[in-house]
């Protein structure tokens, strides 16, 4: 059974500071997500990592996926306000399912 | 290009009633899944269709859950009767098939409440 793990779960960084968010997922896999959530809002797709050493980047944040570590990190540069926000990491499994990991709750502090 | 939809955003029940939840896809999305989040959780699976089909219902708590999508499109959720445990949002989620990034494109979500 596939299972996704992130950490940390909960974030409280201050505003230009740099971390990075980690999810790991116990079986091979070559598809990984991330979402963002908002509160009370759905879930907007961030980034598609498709390959081993796949990087992408938006804005702030740069995802990467190392399909052997079975790990993918997301790298929050000089935060703002604006990524406060709950993200998760999802996996395809064989059956072409998503499996969302719990979720890190990010609160960018003025 | 339309969103998912999802319908009604809120529902506040008793214990024991029922409540049904429906989804319109994304137009020529052939595969429509159904999540439950629960408060401060990850969305987990219910059931996946492709077309019509049911692909993957494992995890669907099948003594008083359903789910059906006529003709390939819209969905329906329902649950009877429902439990406390039960309070949470129902996510629908549709994508295209054989695309390169399989992407899933979420609604805003069904939240349920059962007292």
């Known amino acids: 059974e596939l299972k996704v793990e992130q950490n940390p779960l909960f974030l409280s960084m201050q505003e230009g500071k740099n971390y990075t968010i980690y999810c790991n997922y116990s079986?091979?896999?070559?598809?990984l997500y991330w979402y963002r959530q908002d509160p009370g809002k759905s879930l907007e797709s961030l980034f598609v990592?498709?390959?081993?050493?796949a990087v992408k980047q938006e804005g702030r944040l740069m995802a990467s996926l190392d399909t052997k570590a079975r790990l993918s990190t997301l790298h929050i540069t000089a935060a703002v306000h604006d990524l406060s926000a709950t993200y998760f990491c999802?996996?395809?499994?064989?059956?072409?399912?998503?499996?969302f990991g719990p979720g890190t709750r990010l609160s960018v502090l003025p | 290009e339309a969103g998912v939809a999802q319908s009604p955003r809120y529902k506040i029940i008793e214990k024991r009633q029922s409540v049904a939840f429906w989804c319109n896809p994304i137009?020529?999305?052939?595969?429509l899944y159904w999540y439950q989040q629960i408060l401060g959780q990850g969305p987990k699976l219910l059931i996946q269709?492709?077309?019509?089909?049911?692909?993957?219902d494992s995890q669907l708590p099948k003594d008083r859950f359903s789910a059906e999508r006529l003709k390939g499109v819209d969905s329906t959720l329902k649950i009877q009767p429902a439990k406390l445990e039960d309070s949470a949002v129902y996510l629908c989620?549709?994508?295209?098939?054989?695309?390169?990034?399989?992407?899933?494109?979420f609604g805003e979500g069904s939240r349920l409440t059962v007292l």
């Open positions: 999802a996996v395809v499994n064989y059956g072409q399912n998503f499996v």
């Open positions: 137009s020529g999305h052939a595969t």
């Open positions: 990592l498709l390959s081993n050493g």
């Open positions: 079986t091979t896999s070559d598809r």
């Open positions: 989620a549709s994508s295209k098939l054989r695309t390169r990034t399989g992407e899933l494109f």
């Open positions: 269709f492709q077309n019509n089909g049911v692909v993957d």
